[in-house]
């Protein structure tokens, strides 16, 4: 059988660090696989993206001209308004994914671009239901389907050595519950939020692990200062994948206490997967496409969004429980690993796509969205 052949464009990729970077590995390895693949990708900041833009629609038009079969597939909203007349031209053939803050930026001129590529291209695939949601209403009438997302298991890490290296790190007490968030550090992150509003509220040994770094994290230092028990938050910085490997395999609970901020929505939240995947159960806010990576009584709890009292009623469930959450951790792990696996989402990309995969084995496990 002839392999298909497929241009992918997208402005985020490694060895820059975050969600849709990883998310871009991700299906470039499982098109590499299945397709013929030409990969169009930014490896470098965002201040590049003026250049990179043009030569995306330069080079992606050509490869295109030259086999009129390939199909084109555009990472973000970002880059279907920088190449929307290649997606005008290759409309039946043209394929984009939406990540949520794509849809909601309020720049000039920049939503009725996306709003006319989404009208012209083929399919366009969302990364939950929120954002099906976002793109529905700026092209109503679109075909929009919804892209099932999953992460590679991680190295295998004992939790017990994990939490006792974080222990050891960080001069933390052994009975301490170990809280966990790990991402670029901005407003709707709400971590400033969860620090000055429900950690004051949380009487037991809670320490909070903030990685990453970003625009919020002034905020966050001074939110820290201003607690009772100093001391209780601890700034990590960026941190290497065997770090958060440590981070998240040995927290108690990892939180994502997401706030909402217009023009600016939590597409999905791989974290909590990743998270999931090591047993730690996960906090997060009942928002967006969060909605869709926390998985109630599976993988952990959705608490409405900006109430300290439900927030802080769970840290103490996890502080006073340890020993049961101990017990649940392998069933956190297992269910994660079945319903948000790398060939969970194989499948549900190469099916929308119209793709042919012989390589994976799917026991078709019932979508928990």
Same mark, same amino acid.
């Given at each position: 059988?002839?392999?298909?052949?497929?241009?992918?464009?997208?402005?985020?990729?490694?060895?820059?660090?975050?969600?849709?970077?990883?998310?871009?590995?991700?299906?470039?390895?499982?098109?590499?696989?299945?397709?013929?693949?030409?990969?169009?990708?930014?490896? *470098?900041?965002?201040?590049?993206? /003026?250049?990179?833009?043009?030569?995306? +629609?330069?080079?992606? =038009?050509? &490869?295109? !001209? #030259?086999?009129?079969?390939?199909?084109?597939?555009?990472?973000?909203?970002?880059?279907?308004?920088?190449?929307?007349?290649?997606?005008?031209?290759?409309?039946?053939?043209?394929?984009?994914?939406?990540?949520?803050?794509?849809?909601?930026?309020?720049?000039?001129?920049?939503?009725?671009?996306?709003?006319?590529?989404?009208?012209?291209?083929?399919?366009?695939?969302?990364?939950?239901?929120?954002?099906?949601?976002?793109?529905?209403?700026?092209?109503?009438?679109?075909?929009?389907?919804?892209?099932?997302?999953?992460?590679?298991?991680?190295?295998?890490?004992?939790? *017990?050595?994990?939490?006792?290296? /974080?222990?050891?790190?960080?001069?933390? +007490?052994?009975?301490? =519950?170990? &809280?966990? !968030? #790990?991402?670029?550090?901005?407003?709707?992150?709400?971590?400033?939020?969860?620090?000055?509003?429900?950690?004051?509220?949380?009487?037991?040994?809670?320490?909070?692990?903030?990685?990453?770094?970003?625009?919020?994290?002034?905020?966050?230092?001074?939110?820290?200062?201003?607690?009772?028990?100093?001391?209780?938050?601890?700034?990590?910085?960026?941190?290497?994948?065997?770090?958060?490997?440590?981070?998240?395999?040995?927290?108690?609970?990892?939180?994502?206490?997401?706030?909402?901020?217009?023009?600016?929505?939590?597409?999905?939240?791989?974290?909590?997967?990743?998270?999931?995947?090591?047993?730690?159960?996960?906090?997060?806010?009942?928002?967006?496409?969060?909605?869709?990576?926390?998985?109630? !009584?599976?993988?952990?709890?959705?608490?409405?969004?900006?109430?300290?009292?439900?927030?802080?009623?769970?840290?103490?469930?996890?502080?006073?429980?340890?020993?049961?959450?101990?017990?649940?951790?392998?069933?956190?792990?297992?269910?994660?690993?079945?319903?948000?696996?790398?060939?969970?989402?194989?499948?549900?990309?190469?099916?929308?796509?119209?793709?042919?995969?012989?390589?994976?084995?799917?026991?078709?496990?019932?979508?928990?969205?």
């Amino acid at each position: 059988m002839t392999r298909q052949r497929v241009v992918f464009v997208t402005r985020k990729f490694p060895p820059q660090i975050g969600g849709m970077e990883l998310l871009s590995k991700q299906i470039v390895d499982v098109l590499s696989e299945a397709a013929d693949l030409e990969v169009i990708a930014l490896k *470098r900041s965002q201040a590049h993206l /003026l250049w990179f833009l043009p030569f995306a +629609a330069v080079r992606a =038009a050509w &490869l295109l !001209s #030259v086999d009129r079969d390939r199909q084109l597939v555009l990472g973000d909203g970002v880059v279907l308004a920088g190449l929307l007349p290649v997606a005008f031209l290759w409309g039946s053939r043209c394929h984009c994914l939406v990540m949520g803050l794509d849809l909601t930026y309020r720049a000039p001129g920049y939503r009725a671009l996306v709003r006319m590529g989404l009208r012209s291209v083929a399919r366009i695939l969302a990364i939950s239901r929120a954002t099906a949601r976002e793109a529905q209403g700026l092209a109503p009438g679109a075909r929009v389907e919804l892209l099932r997302l999953g992460v590679a298991e991680p190295p295998p890490m004992d939790r *017990r050595v994990a939490r006792e290296a /974080l222990c050891a790190a960080h001069g933390i +007490a052994p009975d301490c =519950a170990i &809280l966990v !968030s #790990v991402g670029r550090l901005e407003a709707r992150k709400g971590i400033d939020w969860f620090i000055r509003e429900v950690l004051p509220l949380v009487e037991d040994e809670v320490v909070f692990l903030v990685a990453g770094s970003g625009p919020r994290e002034p905020a966050i230092r001074q939110a820290s200062e201003a607690l009772a028990r100093r001391g209780q938050v601890r700034f990590l910085g960026r941190v290497t994948e065997h770090e958060k490997n440590v981070l998240m395999s040995g927290a108690d609970v990892f939180v994502m206490p997401n706030i909402s901020v217009p023009g600016d929505m939590e597409g999905f939240g791989l974290v909590a997967i990743e998270a999931a995947m090591r047993g730690t159960p996960v906090l997060g806010a009942d928002l967006e496409g969060i909605r869709d990576s926390v998985i109630p !009584s599976k993988t952990g709890w959705l608490v409405e969004a900006q109430d300290p009292e439900v927030f802080a009623e769970v840290v103490r469930f996890v502080a006073q429980n340890r020993a049961e959450m101990e017990q649940r951790r392998i069933s956190i792990r297992n269910y994660a690993a079945a319903h948000f696996s790398l060939d969970a989402m194989r499948q549900s990309l190469l099916e929308s796509l119209g793709i042919q995969d012989g390589s994976a084995d799917t026991t078709g496990d019932d979508d928990p969205r």
